[in-house]
């Protein structure tokens, strides 16, 4: 299993992050599983942004839910984020994660090598 | 809100020590309860899940234990792999992710 980020870098100020991850060696199908963003700023501890189940439905931090849209794309096998209006709060390393759901206590059982988005002018 | 703690949030340590870093929950977590390694600049990885149970491939001088609201991750012999940042995770049924803050692990 491989999970690939990608996107812009570099984020102007009020503007939208856009990100992919592009998942190998696993369906975005497979019901065991949805797919997962997670943050963490730099030098700081990690957040949870939100996931997509397989079916589309979507589960957003509160924090982050008024700018945020995760969504799949099955023909790629890759999911999205969007996080609109962001300012330099939202700059940090981004990954992307599976999470394991058929599970009483669900878990990231693998994760993407991680992206950082510096927003700034 | 449910907070996690984690102590100490940093500790050295030699090879052959054995190090015992703690997660505390502001309440009763029922064993919601996962660790993840990140080695630096690397992304987190799972290393135990359900308090104790270790993931494929970790080695068995880790371990996990806990219950109610304190969980404790132990690192049995410390190698010079095992340089890393250790965040416990919380699963709220909400649903909602918590992470510890992390305890920096030096060798």
């Known amino acids: 299993l491989q999970l690939q980020e990608s996107g812009s870098g570099l984020v102007k100020p009020s503007q939208t992050l856009s990100l992919t991850c592009a998942v190998s060696?696993?369906?975005?199908?497979?019901?065991?599983?949805?797919w997962s963003w997670i943050r963490q700023p730099p030098g700081k501890g990690l957040e949870w942004i939100g996931y997509?189940?397989?079916?589309?439905?979507?589960y957003y931090n509160p924090s982050l839910m008024a700018r945020l849209t995760i969504s799949l794309d099955r023909s790629k096998n890759q999911f999205s984020l969007n996080l609109k209006s962001v300012t330099a709060a939202d700059t940090a390393v981004y990954y992307c994660a599976r999470l394991l759901v058929v599970a009483r206590n669900p878990r990231f059982d693998n994760w993407g090598q991680g992206i950082l988005v510096t927003v700034s002018s | 809100d449910i907070q996690m703690t984690q102590s100490p949030s940093s500790l050295s340590a030699s090879v052959g020590d054995r190090v015992t870093i703690t997660c505390q929950a502001s309440q009763d977590i029922d064993n919601y309860l996962n660790w993840y390694q990140q080695r630096p600049g690397k992304a987190p990885q799972l290393l135990i899940y359900d308090v104790s149970t270790l993931e494929t491939g970790v080695p068995s001088r880790f371990s996990g234990s806990g219950s109610g609201a304190e969980y404790t991750l132990t690192i049995n012999s410390l190698q010079p792999e095992d340089i890393a940042t250790y965040f416990c995770q919380y699963y709220d049924n909400l649903p909602f992710f918590t992470f510890g803050p992390g305890t920096k692990v030096n060798v």
């Open positions: 060696g696993e369906s975005i199908s497979n019901v065991r599983y949805s």
């Open positions: 997509i189940y397989q079916s589309g439905s979507t």
